[in-house]
């Protein structure tokens, strides 16, 4: 089971980041393929999530409206389209797979997204 995150990096405020998770082995059999981020000194916390069976999609009220989670079955990865990116965005984002939004059964390692001027 592997979830491989990419897309991370800097950005300035009100700039764009599509992070991208490639699953493999029993992560492809979860039912909703998530979000996560954690700030420095903060605790871990859902970002969105994206079901495999009917692309329902589900987010933080914090990030609504500005982040979009979508996948590509066919590469069996799953995106993070981000914009209008805020100081307070900055974290390191997870890739994650579970039986419901917010329950997670594997993570990602994760990649940092820096939001600075």
């Known amino acids: 089971a592997q979830l491989v995150e990419s897309g991370g990096g800097l950005v300035q405020p009100g700039g764009s980041l599509r992070l991208s998770c490639a699953a493999s082995?029993?992560?492809?059999?979860?039912?909703?393929m998530e979000w996560f981020r954690q700030a420095t000194g903060k605790d871990r916390e859902f970002v969105g999530a994206?079901?495999?069976?009917?692309?329902?999609?589900y987010y933080a009220d914090s990030v609504k409206g500005r982040f979009t989670i979508s996948r590509d079955n066919a590469k069996n990865t799953v995106y993070l389209q981000m914009n209008s990116l805020k100081f307070g965005d900055t974290a390191v984002y997870f890739c994650a797979a579970g039986p419901q939004a917010g329950a997670v059964h594997f993570w990602g390692q994760g990649t940092q997204v820096t939001v600075s001027s």
């Open positions: 082995g029993s992560t492809l059999t979860s039912d909703f």
């Open positions: 994206i079901s495999r069976r009917d692309d329902s999609v």
